[in-house]
């Protein structure tokens, strides 16, 4: 180590961006903040920021994601400021040498999941804050989405995609949840992220027979409208056998 010198290496940053998705009114929705600094004053971006001295990446994404939503990750320790847990896991890194003007910059994204939230508050150098339909920002091609900052565009894309495809073989889709929730509200899960309309009788059948993905608490509720609709919770499957096949759009 003695021989070891820091300065002949070109110093670098790391960030965490969090893809943070929800289902709100029957639609998959990504939160979105709008920057209040430059670079892309102005633009809006995913939320996140620089990761610090003394914490890990796993660290920096659950603090960004408290700041930025009051929600506490399934996997951080400790109290967290709000009852409401949400999923979190590390989707990719992206490390292009001029992704963002300021310096080289690595940001280390991650993907968030969470049953419907609030309205979002703007925190740091945000200067507010919403929620967004997937399908307007990413729109039918990447030309005609919205612009967002840095590669924020491509990094969202990516979340996207890997909450459609997981969702076909693991019980990802009960992080959409609340604890208790009906077949029929898991349904407008898949249909939310898929972008497609099931068949309800199928969709039932599926999914109550798939081994491990629900387990009922015996309740009833009649939130949805109508007849009293079972009451279900995740149950132990973390992988869906048969798996969960996305329709071809």
């Known amino acids: 180590m003695s021989r070891y010198d820091p300065s002949a290496f070109p110093p670098f940053a790391v960030t965490v961006d969090l893809v943070v998705l929800t289902v709100r ?6 939160l979105l903040v709008r920057r209040g600094e430059s670079p892309f004053q102005g633009y809006w971006a995913l939320p996140g920021g620089f990761v610090r001295p ?22 951080a320790p400790g109290p967290g400021p709000s009852a409401v847990g949400a999923h979190l896991e590390q989707l990719a890194t992206y490390g292009h040498p001029q992704r963002d003007p300021r310096m080289r910059v690595v940001s280390v994204a991650h993907l968030v999941l969470a049953p419907d939230l609030p309205t979002p508050q703007p925190g740091g150098d945000a200067s507010s804050a919403r929620w967004a339909p997937v399908g307007d920002l990413l729109g039918p091609t990447p030309v005609e989405g919205v612009p967002l900052a840095f590669d924020h565009g491509r990094i969202l894309a990516d ?22 929730f ?23 059948r599926k999914v109550t027979g798939t081994p491990g993905f629900l387990l009922p608490t015996g309740g009833t509720t009649t939130r949805q409208g109508g007849r009293p609709a079972q009451l279900f919770k995740a149950g132990g499957a973390t992988v869906l056998n048969p798996p969960m096949l996305r329709p071809e759009s």
């Open 54 to 75: 003394d914490e890990g990446l796993a660290e920096a994404a659950s603090r960004e994601l408290a700041e930025e939503t009051g929600l506490r990750a399934h996997s």
């Open 182 to 204: 009906t077949v029929g509200e898991l349904r407008q899960v898949y249909e939310a992220v898929w972008g497609v309309v099931l068949d309800p009788r199928n969709f039932h």
């Open 25 to 30: 009114e029957h639609a998959l929705c990504a």
């Open 159 to 180: 979340g996207v995609e890997r909450a459609r495809s997981k969702i076909e073989y693991s019980s990802l889709a009960t992080a959409f949840c609340p604890p208790e």
